[in-house]
T-cell receptor, first 112, second 113 residues
């Protein structure tokens, strides 16, 4: 089992650009959550997808959007990138009703 | 609002010494508490959760609802325990989608030889 896979692993973008990050959940998992981890901080919840719908959302602006596909994989989109969006973006999956998320290795986004 | 506080950013102990990583939480309702660990250059991984009451790699944690704490303990630290440790909480599943995880800022544990 490959666990949670994220792509790409690293990304450099310019301010104002748009970016798409991808996540494939662990086999058997149907819920995908995205987190932002700034340097020296714990992961911050962005949003969660279940049954192809956004179910919960953290305190992030509308520039952050997402999608979940029928195969449970997910995308995180960020528009109009700011320098402050530079962070490690983590994807976590779980099976509904079962606690304890499994995390991917993350995508390191650098905005210059 | 739910909040997790890990008061120590850094903790350094010697091999064989006991270790305790502190975690306090705030949550209106019954939370589920977790400890996640991140070893150098590895992904975040679940260490233990209070509901399962397991002991993983010699670590234990007891949920104290009166003190709203979930401290992580190990009687004899090993060098391979050096890592970043995050305390996290979520609601207990009651239907619908799973609850989100709220993390503390983490404690970097260094075990010296």
């Amino acid at each position: 089992d490959a666990g949670v896979t994220q792509s790409p692993t690293h990304l450099i973008k310019t301010r104002g650009q748009q970016v798409t990050l991808r996540c494939s959940p662990k086999s058997g998992h149907d819920t995908v959550s995205w987190y932002q981890q700034a340097l020296g901080q714990g992961p911050q919840f962005i949003f969660q997808y279940y049954e192809e719908e956004e179910r919960q959302r953290g305190n992030f602006p509308d520039r952050f959007s997402g999608h979940q596909f029928p195969n449970y994989s997910s995308e995180l989109n960020v528009n109009a990138l700011l320098l402050g969006d530079s962070a490690l973006y983590l994807c976590a999956s779980s099976a509904v009703g079962v606690g304890g998320y499994t995390f991917g290795s993350g995508t390191r986004l650098t905005v210059v | 609002a739910q909040r997790v506080t890990q008061p120590e950013k850094l903790l350094s102990v010697f091999k064989g010494a006991p270790v305790e990583l502190k975690c306090n939480y705030s949550y209106s309702g019954s939370p589920e508490l977790f400890w996640y660990v991140q070893y150098s250059r590895q992904r975040l991984q679940l260490l233990l959760r209070h509901i399962s009451r397991e002991s993983i790699k010699g670590f234990t944690a007891d949920l104290n609802k009166g003190e709203t704490s979930f401290h992580l303990k190990k009687p004899f630290a090993q060098e391979e325990d050096s890592a970043m440790y995050y305390c996290a909480l979520s609601g207990i599943y009651s239907g619908g989608s799973n609850y989100k995880l709220t993390f503390g800022k983490g404690t970097l544990l260094t075990v010296n030889p």
